[in-house]
């Protein structure tokens, strides 16, 4: 699945950015999509969080705006070039999310926003361990990804975004018990809360 769009979106930031704004109509806006995983949180500046599988920086722009002490991890050097560049205020890191060379109980917030998505159900599984290793006690792991729609209106919207422009993981992640997966790790409070008739489920997950 996917098509040319989604090359062309992972090469031109213009595109990936556009494509995000658009996406982000359903909620009111891409300052309120980014805000959403961040939503009741107590951040201030010492606040030690990461971002990861943090793409260019279109929500560490965000993040660093509430604490002084943002990490951004991904796998891409391009990436992670691009949000040297557009966010310089936070510290990057070129690794995998399910191989993160931090040592335990090292963040306060560990936040990933639209990315589990491209992940194998294995994958998931090892990167929610190190989100786990990595927080503190008490930390939270705040996340926004796709939804299997609660309302069939926004099921067509979702299905013609996802074939043209991801792959076969996100659909599998539509049938993925995401609370379930972090309950089995030992995150309490996994709750969902939904948005955009159900396509976006917003988690707050407590170690």
Sequence with gaps: MATILRTWSYQYQWLYDAIARLAAVSVGGEARFRQLPLKGLTIDSETKVLDLCCGSGQA???????????TGL?????????????????????????????P?????????????????????????????????PGGI???????SPTNPLFLPGLSIFLWL????????????????????VGFQACEPELYAGGSLQVIQAQK
Excluded: C
């Excluded at 560490?60 to 943002?70: E, I």
């Design 60 to 70: 560490t722009q965000f993040l660093v705006q509430y604490s002084q002490d943002v």
């Design 141 to 147: 792991f705040a996340l926004v990804d796709f939804h």
């Design 104 to 136: 335990d109980h090292q963040f306060d917030i560990v936040h990933t926003s639209v990315a589990m998505h491209e992940m194998e159900p294995e994958q998931l599984r090892a990167i929610f361990r190190e989100v786990y290793r990595v927080l503190k």
């Design 165 to 184: 422009f991801e792959t076969q993981t996100s659909w599998q992640l539509l049938q993925t018990d995401l609370p379930g997966l972090l309950e089995a």
């Design 74 to 102: 991904d796998i891409s050097p391009v990436s992670l070039a691009r949000a040297q560049h557009n966010v310089p205020q936070a510290k990057y890191v070129e690794a995998l999310a399910e191989e993160m060379p931090f």
